[in-house]
């Protein structure tokens, strides 16, 4: 029982073979924060938010009143009955004046008002959780391309350990064949070896380096001394039927394409307004100075409740409403599309999350189960009954199954946070908090 604690102690400890360390570390939370703080993207579509928080106000300047001045000047000539009575034959020429206040305050207008404020309020909703959903999925990115450097950053140590392994075995049949116990074979198939491994290894170096660039392009930060995360285990669903309940309830992408739903009903509402009178109460004060061919001053008010009824527009209001009838079926689609995509999401990262658990005891197995035979080997060795190359063999078998613990472990911590992502419990999850101003309802 000790001996089998002590193979899988040692097969384990592949994940702490990383030989670069830090002062400070940089934890899969703090790379989250900072792209979610200066990434570009997010920037635009916060300001798009904040855009249509605003057209909610110019939506609710419909239901206040309006105050509007005129003045002018210019020349008039008149030429009238009454004036041609008085003698004026040819008519007079005056300078006009005049200044006006006109009040408006209207008083319907075929709920139109009433429908524009629960457009603009919907689609500043559907704003902010597009946002809020944009946010999400580019933590996952970050997630992603985080776990990646981890990855590629542990193959390469191990592929540095074996590449020593194998100058260390290299070493010792060149000098047993220089001293003529070993063979020029034996030191061939070494050769060869080494090779491979050096290959190995430069290979590992390549993808590092991709890892690390992919990091910087979607964090804009070099990865440095990178920390291990560990997902909420009490966040992660425990069943696919909770996994897509959850997303029902959260998942920003859904929400928004539900409010998209509301602001087009609110906007085939709108456009139906056109078919209705408008009726405004409006006062009128007016003074007009030298005007219609009389010197002198005239002053005017009027306060009327005014009727406005147009009888026909060209068509133009009835195509306005069949357009809107269709973007509201378009958005109703939308929804469905987005419900599909959700459906899709969780089932592919549930499976994953399942199957490579599953895959993962597996590989851990093959992990001891190798680490056992190279220790058996080396006692064999120690007794003359196997060869170097035979230790050699043991090594590289060891070095595949930790490179395949290390890439399935990877890919099963991933699944965990693509299904945080699906359900719209990742940023949660992260315990990574978005601006309170994202956080504004649309009022």
Do not use: C
């Not at 209207?106 to 559907?126: H, K």
């Not at 001394?225 to 309940?245: G, S």
């Amino acid at each position: 029982m000790r001996k089998l604690k002590r193979v899988a102690a040692a097969a384990t400890a592949v994940f702490a073979v990383g030989l670069h360390t830090a002062v400070s570390a940089q934890s899969l939370e703090q790379a989250v924060a900072f792209t979610l703080d200066s990434n570009p993207d997010l920037r635009v579509m916060f300001n798009q938010f904040k855009a249509s928080q605003e057209q909610i106000a110019v939506a609710k300047g419909g239901y206040l009143p309006t105050l509007d001045v005129d003045a002018g000047i210019g020349p008039e000539h008149t030429n009238s009955p009454s004036l041609r009575d008085s003698g004026e034959d040819d008519g007079v020429n005056y300078i006009r004046k005049e200044v006006g206040l006109t009040f408006r305050q209207m008083l319907f207008q075929g709920f139109a008002v009433q429908s524009d404020i629960t457009r603009t309020q919907a689609e500043a909703q559907a704003d902010r959780y597009a946002l809020l959903a944009e946010a999400e999925n580019m933590a996952l990115d970050v997630v992603e391309v985080y776990l990646d450097v981890l990855e590629a950053q542990q193959i390469l140590d191990l592929s540095k350990l074996n590449l020593d392994k194998h100058m260390e075995v290299h070493e010792q049949i060149r000098q047993r064949t220089e001293s003529g116990v070993g063979t020029s074979t034996d030191l061939t198939q070494i050769n060869a070896r080494v090779a491979l491994a050096r290959t190995n290894m430069i290979s590992a170096q390549n993808n590092l380096l991709d890892a690390q660039s992919q990091f910087f392009g979607v964090v804009h930060q070099r990865p440095d001394a990178l920390v291990p995360p560990i997902a909420d285990a009490d966040r992660v669903p425990q069943t696919k039927e909770i996994a897509l309940a959850k997303g029902r309830e959260s998942n920003p992408t859904l929400i928004s394409a539900r409010y998209d739903i509301e602001a087009a009903e609110a906007q085939h509402k709108n456009r139906k307004s056109e078919n209705y009178p408008q009726v405004s109460f409006e006062i009128d004060a007016r003074r007009t100075i030298d005007g219609d061919g009389v010197e002198g001053y005239e002053n005017d008010l009027a306060a009327m409740i005014r009727v406005r009824w147009n009888l026909f527009n060209g068509g133009r209001d009835s195509a306005a409403v069949r357009e809107s009838a269709y973007q509201l079926s378009e958005a109703k689609e939308i929804n469905i599309r987005a419900y599909r995509q959700l459906e899709e999401g969780v089932e592919l990262a549930w499976h994953a999350y399942e199957l490579l658990n599953t895959q993962l005891t597996y590989v851990r197995q093959h992990v001891e189960a190798a680490y056992a035979t190279k220790e058996s080997y080396d006692k064999q060795f120690d007794i003359g009954r196997r060869s170097l190359l035979d230790l050699l063999d043991t090594e590289n078998e060891l070095f595949e199954a930790r490179r395949s613990y290390i890439s399935v472990d990877t890919q099963y911590q991933l699944s965990k946070y693509r299904l945080l992502n699906a359900s719209g419990q990742l940023l949660d999850a992260l315990r990574v908090a978005v601006p309170s101003q994202w956080q504004e309802e649309a009022e």
